[in-house]
């Protein structure tokens, strides 16, 4: 158990951090992630390089052929100024590739315990169990950062995600309502005491009435009960980011998310 969170430790468990459903086609090895996700999903190809003493163009057209093999046409790269080699991203933007998003690094011990979050007394949240509760928790991230109505295959998926991480301890999902209707979703995945905050949002019709606080606050205390001692995520730097840091969490870098197409 780590209680003395510096920054590198923090960027360390950050650069980690990475999720692969199962069933999906996956690479992994001590340089790189790169995953071919469901269609459903924002970025359906993902490369994440955890650090590599390769030449750049060497290591890119490595993982952008894996890419290929599975028949995708376009990659999302996850990046930082920390990421080696240090040359990858300034390759890819050459190749045409373009940043796409940008979050902060945030993170907060909570080793000695949380910080209150006042919730309005009109907000109500439930933790995520069954395919309702999994149903709205979609529609809520779906309107936030985009996407279809969800099909039947990420029901189904997302359910027995948030089955297994209830079973085993690892993981839970929740959804704030608002006069009845889903307001704001979020969940958390523990890897030892690291707790990954994931899928923060707040339906654009429901904005400033606290949800988004509401669900941030039941994730914390969950998370410190079952053992975490740092509360990890990335903020969109002109969105959820400056939210966050007003609540108490610390950035510590920056990731870069850039989009390239594949010849």
């Known amino acids: 158990m780590t209680t003395n969170w510096d920054a590198a430790s923090v960027l360390a468990a950050s650069n980690v951090w990475a999720w692969v459903p199962d069933g999906a086609p996956h690479v992994r ?18 490369a994440r390089v955890f650090g590599s003493d390769r030449d750049a163009t060497e290591l890119a057209d490595e993982i952008c052929g894996i890419a290929r093999q599975w028949g995708r046409g376009r990659l999302w790269w996850r990046l930082s100024e920390f990421t ?62 985009g996407g279809e109505d969800p099909s039947a295959e990420q029901v189904a998926t ?52 606290g949800a988004y606080r509401a669900v941030l606050a039941e994730r914390l205390a969950a998370a410190r009960a079952a053992g975490a001692t740092l509360a990890l995520t990335h903020g969109v730097v002109d969105t959820s980011s400056p939210i966050l ?10 990731e870069r998310v850039l989009v390239q197409d594949l010849p």
């Open 29 to 46: 090895n001590a340089e790189y992630l790169v995953v071919a996700y469901p269609d459903w999903f924002i970025t359906p190809t993902s």
């Open 84 to 145: 080696r080699p240090s040359g990858l991203e300034p390759l890819l933007e050459e190749r045409g590739a373009t940043v796409v998003d940008r979050m902060d690094v945030l993170a907060m011990p909570i080793a000695d315990g949380v910080p209150h979050l006042p919730v309005p007394d009109d907000v109500r949240v439930r933790q995520v169990t069954d395919e309702q509760t999994v149903r709205d928790a979609l529609a809520v991230g779906n309107d936030a950062f």
């Open 158 to 209: 997302s359910l027995a995600e948030v089955q297994a991480g209830l079973a085993d301890g690892t993981g839970a999902r929740w959804v704030a309502y608002l006069d009845g209707r889903p307001a704001g979703t979020g969940g958390y995945t523990l890897a030892e005491d690291v707790c990954r905050l994931w899928g923060g949002a707040t339906h654009s019709s429901l904005r400033g009435r």
């Open 245 to 254: 840091r007003r609540l108490g969490f610390t950035r510590y870098g920056e």
